[in-house]
């Protein structure tokens, strides 16, 4: 009998059992010792270059003097800046950086927008109908209506009157209406003398002529037409006097007949400077 005391072969299994975990915990220490060593060792240059990128940092915030460049100041296009603009005027400032001003440049702030990407999804803003809505003529492809066209009503090209060769511009299609001035009233000047509207209306020979339509008057001075006439029996009127130097915008070949066979002479005026022009 034993007596309380451990068989040979648990004794044997104890001190193996001993002796592996003394194995396993130096192996441990070995293991550990060795990967502190190389870690420490593949450290070291890596703090070095982070204290050498530390210092140049450091030196680049440094204040630096302009050396003669002058700041420019940015206008900040981005409301949600504008209050700390206020605060710090600093914000907006160009100052000469590592390669320059030229080097230190960028768009201000709100100032370039991204672009808008249609039909990329409902995230884009404009996904899916891109913003022609899904129904009607004009989601459709291609053109909806023709240039000009007002849904069927009278379009604005047809409703415009047209005249043909020129347009309806400064220089194209525009009547004139003139204020007629009759041999009657010619008959009624002195011979030899020179005749005009203004000096007809200074003489009382005819009232004054008010025409509302067309181009009548410009530059304050009224046009002027000189024509033939009938009298009361319908008869035409005759031109009696002699020597007559009549100033008019227009000429009817009746009265320049008549002005001419009395040995009168007929001037044209330009109707905007109402100046004498040049005869051939």
Known sequence: PNHGLPSPTSQGRAVTMVASRTVVLCMTAVVSLSSLGFSSAFMAPMAGS?????RQISA??????????????????DWKR??????????????EGEYGILGNLSPAPGSKRM???????????????????????????????????EGGQIPLYRRLPKLVGKGMGR????KANYGLLNLSVLNKCQPNSEVTYETCLEKGLMTKLRIKKGTSVIYSKQLVKVIGCND??????????????????????????????NGGKCVLLNPVTNQDLPTE
Do not use: W, Y
């Open 50 to 54: 982070s204290l050498l990128a530390k």
């Open 60 to 77: 680049s915030t440094s204040p630096r003097v302009a050396s003669g460049v002058t700041q420019l100041n940015m206008k900040v296009f």
């Open 82 to 95: 504008r209050e700390a603009l206020v605060a710090d005027p600093s914000l907006g400032a160009v100052t």
């Open 115 to 149: 672009k808008n990407r249609k039909g990329r999804g409902i995230s884009a803003g404009q996904g899916a109908t891109c913003g022609f809505g899904m129904r009607g003529q004009k989601s459709r492809s291609g053109r909806p209506a023709r240039p000009g066209f």
């Open 171 to 174: 220089d194209g299609h525009q």
């Open 232 to 261: 009361e029996n319908r008869e035409p009127v005759k031109l009696n006097v002699a020597g007559l130097t009549v100033k008019a915008h227009a000429f009817t070949a009746s009265a320049v007949e008549q002005i001419q066979a």
